[in-house]
């Protein structure tokens, strides 16, 4: 059995503001360890229910967080930035299963450091009209390969977003939110037993997803008008309101390509007072 974990940093236990994930930071720098355990918990309750092999994906900020030389040596790490398909690269139609660790909610939502790709440039974005969280758009382009989801590890919010895409999937609660930078949090000595037991449990459920069926509409609020009319140099990318643009793909490949390029495009666009 051949399994994908994509690991983001927001969600990992004991993470609650800013400087706990920003690279280069002692705070990232104690906290990427602690993401290390909790992605070898996941690893090793999806050895212990069958899995064949596992690849970890690094899908926060730089992607390159996750610290090889602690990794359980049973997986392999994709580390770096720019991959073609950014946090789910890896999953192909020979996966047989995708796991999300240290996940968090939508832009505009409640949650731990809560946000859509990028911490600042995104008030909200729906896919299909439906709030996006990062979680849902990476199922929704899992799905679309038959890939399930059977893991998600986050605070209790995330748990919540992720019951909507994911119904059979393990979930490890590593936190509670209190407000978006605040959490009540459990011990990481205990939470790797809770992702390890979620993932083994996760992964005994599993079930292949209905087939995604296009098209898929990308609607997005943005922070400010300079940003929308940034990306609408983007082929298809529309203006729909002052802050608002939207475009439509036939394949979620495609719109998440998509979306990967918005964002940088949003990005390059910002000004670092005025936004």
């Known amino acids: 059995m051949n399994i994908v974990i994509s690991a983001d940093m927001e969600g990992i236990s004991g993470v609650t503001t800013p400087g706990d994930v920003h690279p280069g930071t002692p705070g990232w720098d104690h906290f990427r ?58 999953v192909t139609k020979e996966t047989d299963a995708l796991a999300f660790i240290g996940y968090h909610t939508a832009a505009g939502q409640q949650g731990i450091m809560s946000h859509t790709y990028s911490g600042d440039i995104y ?30 590890s986050g605070d209790d919010l995330t748990i919540e977003d992720a019951k909507r895409y994911a119904p059979d999937a393990g ?64 082929p298809g990318v529309e203006q729909t309101g002052t802050r608002q643009a939207s475009y439509t793909c036939q394949t979620m490949e495609e719109a998440l390509r998509c979306f990967e390029v918005v964002t940088i495009m949003a990005n390059n666009s910002r000004d670092k007072i005025y936004g």
Request: charged content about 20%; hydrophobic content about 45%.
């Open 33 to 90: 360890k602690i993401m290390t355990d909790d992605v070898n918990a996941a690893i090793a309750g999806f050895f212990e229910a069958g899995a064949k092999n596992i690849v970890v994906n690094d899908s926060h900020a730089s992607m390159g967080n996750v610290v090889v030389d602690q990794l359980d040596t049973r997986a392999t790490l994709i580390s770096g930035r720019h991959k073609k398909h950014c946090m789910v690269e890896g």
């Open 123 to 152: 008030h909200a974005v729906w896919l299909n009209d439906e709030i996006c969280s990062e979680g849902y758009m990476n199922a929704v382009f899992a799905a679309e390969l038959g890939v399930p989801v059977v893991l998600i």
């Open 171 to 234: 979930y490890a609660v590593v936190k509670r939110c209190v407000d978006r930078f605040t959490a009540e949090c459990i011990a990481p000595e205990k939470t790797v037993g809770i992702i390890k037991v979620a993932a083994r449990d996760g992964l005994t459920r599993i079930r292949k997803p209905a087939p995604g069926k296009g098209p898929y509409t990308f609607r997005i609020d943005f922070a400010s008008a300079n940003q929308v009319i940034a990306v609408t140099h983007i």
